[in-house]
């Protein structure tokens, strides 16, 4: 089986984009799995290597050599311990020391780190490298993995499909765009470009820029009964319950930041690129997601109602105009031609040549990943009762709370750096936008 899966795999271009971005976070997302019963280790642990044959890229270490970096399969994957087990009645304690560890070695450490933390029922933590996957990759890897061990307890000798052909690059969403959509994405990046620099100014979030290295999160619930009012409020308005998290993030913001009524609130909020595929997934393990900013002028003193009202109206004309894609139009250009080093270049001059336009703050940003399926957690024996997935550290001035829903309970995280110094800060914040938020 091995000789089948070939030694050498190309960076993508999205791979690349996380690389350079290692000093703003440390890259790496993580899903958090809690069962109601055990798992069969020693099982797992044979599906996870077995995972990384399935998806080959997986198994590899990122090398950094000119002209283009690219994976390359590691040798030692039968040798070393992919997942530990671990005893200990403080779970939530044993979470965030999982979540804090990073991978300090981005060309040789595994690119997926696993731990089940073992009480009364087990845990599933995982590790991923950002190069390597999205959130939703992650859920897709997950589903490969649940089906492996599945499958290992009817045949232990059993060896999954290797998926050594699909596609990790954008060009698969692109592919499903006619010229006259590209010309109008391409027409949506230059809408984007102008609000994005003009005015020139924005708000941030602001916090210390303290040791990287000390990290730490803040990781909260929404219970099923505040999610069904939240629920109910929301469609007395005609809106989702992303619309209402949206709006009290704003809220939250201008109560805390208390900024001034003349300048414009932007908000990154990601997106998810696969609605854009016909099967609703990557044809591989891979990043494929985007960003694009919100845009808002705040009014402190209005009332919540009105602000959503806002929302609401400005989100269905982001998604009925590309949503997402017009800061991507370069997937409808091959690039892979020049070195990486080249490319690096011209990004970086761009993003001095904007910065020059509009100097202003890192705008803050929050992820929502929206509701999770089960049935990416289909382990057999045991059932899951709760899972989310908490996003990178971020670095000052970054700032992304991350929120995920599964089942009827909201988990919402945050991860930062300088913990002894900013944890305070981001208690806080936590606490008025989950207070914010109307039930």
């Known amino acids: 089986m091995k000789k089948q899966i070939l030694k050498k795999f190309p960076a993508e271009k999205r791979d690349l984009e996380f690389y350079r971005r290692r000093q703003l976070h440390d890259a790496l997302i993580h899903h958090i799995i809690h069962f109601d019963g055990f798992l069969d280790f020693n099982r797992l642990v044979r599906a996870i290597r077995l995972s990384l044959d399935a998806e080959p890229y997986l198994g590899c270490r990122f090398v950094d050599k000119f002209p283009r ?47 089940v933390i073992r009480s009364n029922t087990d845990t599933l933590c995982i590790k991923t490298n950002h190069m390597l996957s999205d959130g939703h990759g992650g859920l897709e890897y ?8 599945r499958q290992l307890k009817k045949n232990p000798d059993y060896h999954p499909h290797i998926n050594g052909k699909g596609s990790r690059s954008l060009r698969q969403i692109a592919n499903n765009f006619s010229l006259l959509d590209r010309l109008k994405i391409i027409r949506r990046g230059f809408k984007n470009w102008k609000s994005d620099l003009f005015p020139r100014s924005n708000w941030s979030f602001k916090y210390k820029n303290g040791d990287k ?11 099923p009964d505040k999610l069904r009012k939240m629920k109910s409020y929301g469609k007395a308005r005609g809106t989702s319950v992303n619309e209402v998290l949206l709006t009290a993030f704003c809220h939250a913001l201008i ?64 998604k009925n105009d590309y949503l997402g894609l017009g800061d991507y139009s370069y997937m409808f ?27 202003r703050g890192m705008p803050p940003g929050i992820s929502n990943i929206g509701k999770i399926s089960p049935d990416f957690y289909r382990f ?13 550290v971020m670095h000052s001035p970054y700032f992304l709370p991350i929120v ?5 309970r909201i988990n919402i995280s945050v991860g930062f750096s300088g ?8 208690e806080n914040f936590v606490d008025v936008f989950l207070e914010t938020i109307p039930s």
């Open 69 to 115: 970096p690219y994976w390359e399969r590691r040798a030692d994957l039968d040798k070393v311990d992919h997942c530990h087990l671990v005893y200990t009645e403080k779970v939530d304690k044993a979470i965030e020391q999982f979540l804090i560890r990073p991978i300090t070695d981005v060309y040789n450490d595994l690119h997926n780190q696993f731990m």
């Open 142 to 149: 997950i589903a490969i993995l649940s089906d492996i061990y």
């Open 213 to 223: 290295y000390d990290r730490g999160y803040i990781i909260r619930k929404i219970e």
């Open 255 to 318: 109560n805390i930041l208390k900024p001034s009524d003349k300048m414009p609130l932007r908000i990154v909020t990601p997106v998810n690129f696969r609605k854009y595929i016909p099967s609703g997934k990557g044809e591989s393990i891979c990043n494929l997601a985007g960003v694009f900013q919100f845009r808002i002028e705040p009014q402190p003193g209005k009332h919540f109602d009105e602000t959503l009202s806002i929302i609401r109206h400005r989100m269905d004309e982001y």
């Open 333 to 359: 250009y091959e690039l892979s031609f020049l070195p990486f080093a080249w490319v690096r270049m011209l990004n970086d001059f761009f993003l001095n040549l904007n910065h020059k336009l509009s100097p």
């Open 380 to 392: 057999g024996d045991v059932t899951v009762k709760n899972a989310f997935l908490p996003g990178p």
């Open 404 to 408: 995920s829903t599964f089942g009827e």
């Open 419 to 426: 913990a002894k110094q900013n944890r305070p800060i981001f």
